[in-house]
């Protein structure tokens, strides 16, 4: 029998956690285990930007989607900070999932180069709310950036001295 995620393709992506108390770490892994397939192991640090709790990264690979599923999977735990990337395709776009305790989970489309792609009526949106002014346009373009999310996770990101800083974006 034909594997049913076969024909979707497979796609790759990095699981960031950027803060998690020590009870979750092992949930966490079985929550991205289960979506993924197989067993996976984190490489657990302390998270010095908030005491008690521990930070990893994971590059994954699986069928396109994946980031999605392993975010929904992760996005129950209310004391976690963590993103999820999955790279684009040539069948698919790309995508980032952010998630904090106050804010939430934000996506955002992704193209090959890393880019977040805004859907047109989502930018239409904006500048209705901004023209009867409820907000402002720049506020309303920071939210479908995932600025609010990007501010909060920064801290958690530097994850302290020495270590490395990925990047989920670059100007190009």
């Not at 979750?24 to 892994?29: Q, V």
């Not at 397939?37 to 302390?46: E, I, L, Y």
């Not at 776009?93 to 009526?121: K, N, Q």
């Not at 309303?140 to 801290?155: A, H, N, R």
């Amino acid at each position: 029998m034909k594997d049913p995620s076969a024909s979707r393709g497979n796609a790759r992506g990095v699981v960031f956690v950027h803060s998690a108390p020590s009870a979750l770490c092992p949930h966490i892994e079985w929550a991205v285990a289960g979506v993924l397939g197989v067993p996976v192991n984190f490489d657990w640090t302390a998270q010095p930007a908030q005491a008690g709790t521990y930070r990893a990264e994971l590059f994954w690979s699986g069928a396109i989607g994946s980031a999605a599923a392993i975010a929904s999977a992760l996005k129950g735990w209310t004391h976690l900070r963590f993103e999820v990337t999955e790279d684009a395709t040539s069948t698919s776009e790309g995508a980032r999932y952010s998630f904090t305790p106050d804010l939430g989970v934000f996506h955002a489309v992704t193209g090959m180069h890393g880019d977040i792609m805004i859907p047109e009526d989502r930018l239409k949106a904006a500048v209705v709310k901004a023209a009867l002014g409820d907000t402002t346009l720049e506020l309303e373009v920071d939210k479908l950036l995932g600025k609010p999310w990007d501010d909060e996770l920064e801290t958690f990101r530097h994850a302290g001295e020495g270590a490395p800083v990925r990047w989920l974006h670059q100007v190009v």
